[in-house]
């Protein structure tokens, strides 16, 4: 078959503007202004005698202290992990300090928050969108603490600690499991690069494997031309 370069270069841009329809929403989020945050930076509330604070270095696009609860949205530390959109956080009588998060959107959904508490009082947390039909924990210090011991769960999705000894490590997780392994989770209420999350990676793949491909069949065409020419010769 005749080589034409002119083929090669059509589906090196065929696949270019293909990554740029998949990950077009992605990149959007990641265009919105954000601002910085560290350990120094203090989220107080005055009326309840209370305080946020992060012991990591991170961004979010806007946060905001209403009915005294903190809300931060688009929360980020590390370019490597899905922000939280819309994380809420009250502190009554003491100190959070938000130590790490993670997020699972792969075969199991879900958050796992750290925080460090300093002084007995109460610490409500609200996560959102979050997908409905899965299952809270929370531990104090590694030993977890049965719903109503220690903690609950308005009907609203907002879970509060109340017994949290201070300068104790408390983590709160969230777990959907797919139908496949028992659970009853759906992704309706997700954004779409949640949604489709095993889409993307998909077509990453497929898209990496695609420019492998053509990058390796133009360079033996290259060389086998090369080769052909030398034999000329």
Known sequence: ?????????????????????????????????????DSESNFAI????????FAFNGTYAQASLENNTWT?????Y??????????????????????????????????SLSYLVEGQGNQTFHFSPIQRGG???VSFNRSFIGEN???????????????????????LTYFVFPDTLGGNGNTSNLPFDQQHSVIIATGVAVTITVI????????????????EKGSLR
């Open 1 to 37: 078959m005749k080589f034409s370069r002119e083929l090669v270069f059509f589906k090196v841009a065929f696949v270019a503007v293909s990554v740029l329809i998949i990950f077009s929403p992605i990149l959007f989020a990641c265009a919105q202004s954000s601002t910085s945050l």
């Open 46 to 53: 005055p009326a309840l005698n209370g305080n946020v604070n």
């Open 72 to 76: 931060f949205v688009n929360l980020q």
């Open 78 to 111: 590390s370019n490597f992990l899905l922000p939280i959109q819309n994380l809420s956080i009250s502190a009554v009588d003491c100190n959070v300090t938000v130590a790490s998060y993670r997020t699972f959107n792969v075969t199991i959904v879900g958050i």
């Open 135 to 137: 299952d809270w924990s």
């Open 149 to 171: 011991g220690g903690w609950s769960l308005s009907r609203g999705g907002t879970l509060t600690v109340y017994k949290a000894p201070s300068g104790s490590n408390v983590t």
């Open 212 to 227: 492998v491909v053509v990058a390796i069949a133009f360079i033996s065409k290259r060389n086998r031309k090369l080769a």
